[in-house]
Structure formats: C-alpha cells, structure tokens
C-alpha cells in the first residue's frame, strides 16, 4: 500500500515540477462533502440506492499556462460509496458501503470571466479500505468489505468554482468512475462504478 501511495505522491510531485518550470507555483488546501453513489443497483436487487456522505480533504498545487488557463494538480483523502435501502417483513433495512481512497488528478482550469472557473482532467485513486455497515430493527452488523474491491480506481471529473477571493474558492465537482469497482471473482457478477459530488472549500496561498 505505502508503494503504491508514494508512486501516487511522486508522480504528482513530477508533473506539477514540470509544469511550474517558469518558477510561478501556488499550493493550497482543500476541505469539503461528498455525497456518493454507485452507478446502478445490483443486478436483480429491488433495493434503493441512495446518496452515502463523506469527506474529502488534501492540498494542490497550481501553475497558469495562460492568463485564463491553469493547470492544478491535487492529491486527496476521500470517502465515497452508496446507501443501500431495502423493505422487508421486520421493516426497513438499510446498508451502507463506505470506500477510503487516496486520490491523484490533474486538471485544466478554464477562467471564462472574473472568478469564475470551469475545470476537467483525470484521477486514478488507490484504495486504504472499505467497509459495510446494516442496521433495521432486527439490529445492527458491520464488517470488512475491502477484499471486494479493486485496489485501483480510474475515473475523471469535472466542475466549477468561484474566487470569492484572491485566496478563497468554492467548488461543485462531479466525478465520473471508469473503473468496474469489484474485483476479478465479484467483477463477473457486477459492473458497476463510483459516482460523486463534492461541494469544496479551498485556500490558495500566496505571496
């Protein structure tokens, strides 16, 4: 896990090296909300998917290309998966998937007018860990999921900001998943992939 998070860590660390060769390199740092879903239900489920909360936090650096055009590149904690809701005898029974990621992207930032600023690239995210949790009223139970799924995640996303200030943004972003989530024995069952919207709050810091 440390290897592959330290492949993440230095890949980034090139790249935005590389970009911010004309000595111009800003960081910052991230906090926000996800609210996650898988992409469908499971095959021959008659359950409801519903949105799962998580955080999402980390730090970027960013280096202009053009007065309108960035470049950002971020490395992040974030907490994605699905709620699971389904009626039974003894009432409603809900599920909930809870996925751990670290997370690398890289992005384009368009600046169309003033402050505000539209942004797309890709993300390739590694899993820490996953977990399950149900409860209704027969009682609660919980566990380990991680085996079930794929280590490695591959998705894009895309999104909006607005500059409230020199320093401060506020973002929307949705993030499309590639990346069937089950691994190689459960892969031949279902296909199915993450899906998350992030409402962020960011600080740039400057000279």
Known sequence: MTRKISILLFTLILLTS???QEGHLESG??????MGQFSSKFPGSTSNNRLKTGIIAGGYVQTPLHPQLWMRGELIYTQKGNRIESDSNAGLITTDYLLHY???NITGRYLPVKRLVLYFGPQASYLLSAAWNTSGASGESSGSSTDEFKPLEIGVLGGVAYQVSGNWE???RYEFGLSNLFNSELGEQYNLQNRVMSFILAYTFTD
């Open 18 to 20: 590389l970009l911010g």
């Open 102 to 104: 670290i997370s690398a």
């Open 170 to 172: 506020i973002q929307f």
């Open 29 to 34: 740092v991230m906090a926000g909300l996800n």
